[in-house]
């Protein structure tokens, strides 16, 4: 028991890491077009996430290493029954890694503005299609003992396109708020301002996603059950609402702070609400796919344990190194 909630608790830290993470960098290709209005400007952008985007991608990788290895049933079912809609997450991050390689091979116009546009559709779908994937997660999937009962259109269900939204505003905010703290002028300026307006908007999806959780969802009853739990979903606004605050201050780097805090919990309610289902079903709780029924065997999860804990904190200080290296203000050119 204690290994299989140890990775339980790990695979959501990771997921909630990447999201912190990669987020303001998916968040900062979403508001590209509309504060990339000439040369300097998209200059600036890309250089603000140059030096940490392809090493934030690291969470991910670790997060789907994780899945695999603890709940390879679990990892299974996610990537046989929803291989379309895993392909398309993928490709988005190719396209837009691709997409900010290829830009400086060429000098033509339309070259540039070709893989800006990849740029864009290359941080908007996954962002919102992680959320979808989480919050049909957090719904529950049409499974039973026979198998995937949906195509693909049932994931686009309302709950699932509302968490898409909330992950496409939070992703936004976060990323205004990361390339404030990294440029100045009117750039820096800029940013700030979005981010009030964003900052709006992220709070309106946020009141409605959780008040669907509890009223649409079976996630409630995890903090019915225990409701010391029910301080995570208050933490979460109590960051949502400092955020603001320090966007007002013009105080970036505490916003940014608040920004990944309220990301973090926000994440944790729906994964307290799930524990302890990996894939729960709603035609069939019986086919739900649990920590319990999903796990690896008690000897793999013994060793993984052992190595997580020595080869999570060297790349956690690796990362904390690189940050540290690349802090302050960003070079006006990548």
């Not at 259109?153 to 990323?175: E, I, K, Q, R």
């Not at 105080?251 to 729960?280: D, E, H, K, Q, W």
Request: with cysteine; hydrophobic share 55%.
């Amino acid at each position: 028991m204690f290994y299989l909630t140890t990775w339980f608790i790990l695979w959501a830290v990771l997921w909630a890491v990447y999201f912190m993470l990669d987020g303001f960098d998916l968040g900062l290709g979403i508001m590209y077009p509309f504060l990339g209005k000439d040369e300097a400007k998209r200059s600036a952008i890309r250089a603000a996430i140059g030096p940490v985007w392809d090493g934030n991608e690291v969470w991910l990788i670790t997060a789907g290493g994780a899945a695999f290895a603890a709940f390879p049933a679990a990892y299974a079912t996610l990537f046989s029954e929803l291989y379309l809609a895993t392909l398309f997450i993928l490709f988005g991050l190719i396209l837009r890694g691709v997409s900010l390689e290829f830009r400086s091979k060429g000098e033509a116009p339309g070259w540039k503005r070709l893989w800006d546009a990849g740029f864009f559709a290359g941080s908007l779908v996954p962002s919102f299609l992680f959320g979808v994937a989480f919050g049909n997660l957090f719904r529950g999937l049409p499974i039973d003992a026979q198998g995937w009962r949906g195509g693909l259109f049932a994931l686009l269900n309302p709950y699932a396109l509302l968490t898409g939204l909330l992950f496409v505003a939070l992703f936004v905010t976060h990323g205004l708020i990361w390339l404030a703290m990294k440029s100045g002028g009117e750039l820096g300026e800029t940013a700030l301002r979005r981010a009030r307006a964003a900052w709006l908007d992220t709070a309106v999806a946020a009141a409605v996603f959780l008040s669907c959780s509890a009223l649409r969802t079976k996630l409630a009853e995890n903090f019915l059950d225990r409701p010391v739990w029910l301080a995570v979903p208050l933490l979460a606004v109590v960051s949502l609402i400092l955020a603001r605050v320090w966007i007002s201050k013009s105080r970036p780097f505490p916003a940014f702070a608040s920004s990944c805090a309220t990301i973090g919990f926000m994440f944790f309610t729906g994964v307290i609400g799930l524990y302890p289902n990996l894939i729960p079903s709603r035609l069939d709780p019986e086919s739900s796919l649990t920590i319990f029924n999903a796990a690896s065997s008690p000897y793999t999860l013994k060793v993984m344990t052992i190595a997580a804990f020595v080869l999570v904190p060297v790349v956690i200080a690796y990362q904390a190194w690189v940050y540290r290296v690349f802090r302050g203000k960003s070079p006006a050119d990548y």
